[in-house]
DNA sequence: CATTAATGTATACAGTGTAAACATAAAACA
DNA sequence: TGTTTTATGTTTACACTGTATACATTAATG
């Protein structure tokens, strides 16, 4: 006979218990020094414990990334309805809450892009998110296609150009060379508003 | 008595055979599988050794990454030097040595913008040739701003544009997820030649 | 040639991921 | 209900890691 709430027995759900703790602390400090054993003493359990529930401490690192994506895919949701049927809004938007749940959790974002895991079907879950991410990307620029703002081409290659730029952007910010390298304070909200809208002109119609 | 060739006695130049096989053994396998004793091994010293040369692990991956650094301010200069006077072109060839030293050495590239080294002066060489790599950039820049090819604006502005879209480009293809996302064969030349142009033209004057 | 500093080695230790054997409690079934 | 099976957790063990310390050797210096 099940639960009405769908627990496990001995701790509740202690596979979720484990990757919330692991998120935390691999934001804690940085995701070379995240260590399993710390993970489950966190939780409270033995440090063999997360085995019985992630098949080794990549497939844990995978599962936070995973919630990684997932949450950049709701934050794609958000931005093209905050903005019905302006795509260009849209993107802006989107480069904006990509670019700010980077800097809340750099370490999980260099965790997703960071070539620490394999991009291959090992982690089918981690590689659906991804692809339902980029999804999100797709949609804005098709749309804007249609509306005929955004000039005609292949959409993919459309998608990558806008998300390349983002993406350096973002992946430079988190990794925390620019204050060094530039000569005046970083204003985020002004450089990503900067590189959107030059993303933007390369991607008008005519 | 110093010798003509200005080696230290016991091994030649071990701080220099050690990061060169710390370099092999990095791209050989992935940077968080990289170690001190395995490196020592390969050179054929105790894995004591090399804490005569570097403080610590760390201070020897900011030894690989400066000279990472280092070689891509050359590809930059050589950019400069293929097509003289033409700003625009000297761009397009940046981004094409950027993102194929990039993928000669993925491992590295990893390490100088993973976010794992500290980008405060704990390492001032690797500080040094990160902001010499900059300027490379920016010189290109201003060129074109002063030939009138390229719009007037903030130099270190515009210079972060560009970079983030190659960066990201760079980036994604490394960290190899993109096959797995696009639906066609990623042809690294063509993505390239593409997201140059799109930035090339969010940059011109008028 | 004696001294000193630079460089290399041997040993030791705490922390890591993970395999194997064992323990317990929930679920499934008789 | 009582027994068996399976899922989950613990204990122990091991190889490997970075690195501190004490010692050895050799080059440079006087």
Not at 62 to 70: F, T
Not at 169 to 177: D, E, H, P
């Amino acid at each position: 006979m099940k639960q009405s709430t769908a627990k496990p027995y001995h701790h509740g759900d202690l596979h979720q218990e484990i990757l919330c703790a692991a998120s935390e602390l691999l934001e804690d400090n940085n995701i070379s020094s995240l260590s399993l054993r710390a993970v489950a003493k966190k939780v409270g359990v033995s440090h063999t414990a997360p085995y019985r529930h992630f098949k080794d401490k990549e497939s844990l690192l995978a599962g936070i990334a995973a919630l990684g994506y997932d949450e950049l895919s709701v934050q794609l949701t958000q931005a093209v309805e905050s903005y019905p049927d302006d795509p260009s809004k849209q993107l802006q938007e989107a480069g904006h809450r990509y670019v700010q749940l980077a800097l809340k959790c750099p370490q999980c974002t260099q965790l997703m892009f960071g070539g620490i895991l394999p991009c291959d079907d090992t982690y089918p879950e981690l590689k659906a998110s991804g692809d339902m991410a980029f999804d999100g990307l797709k949609t804005i620029i098709e749309e804007g296609q249609a509306c005929g703002i955004f000039k005609k081409g292949d959409l993919e290659l459309l998608a990558l150009s806008v998300w390349s730029g983002i993406h350096g952007l973002t992946l430079l910010l988190i990794g925390g060379s620019l204050p060094d390298i530039l000569s005046v304070p970083v204003d985020t909200r002004l450089l990503t508003t900067a590189i959107t809208t030059n993303l933007l002109e390369g991607l008008k119609a005519n």
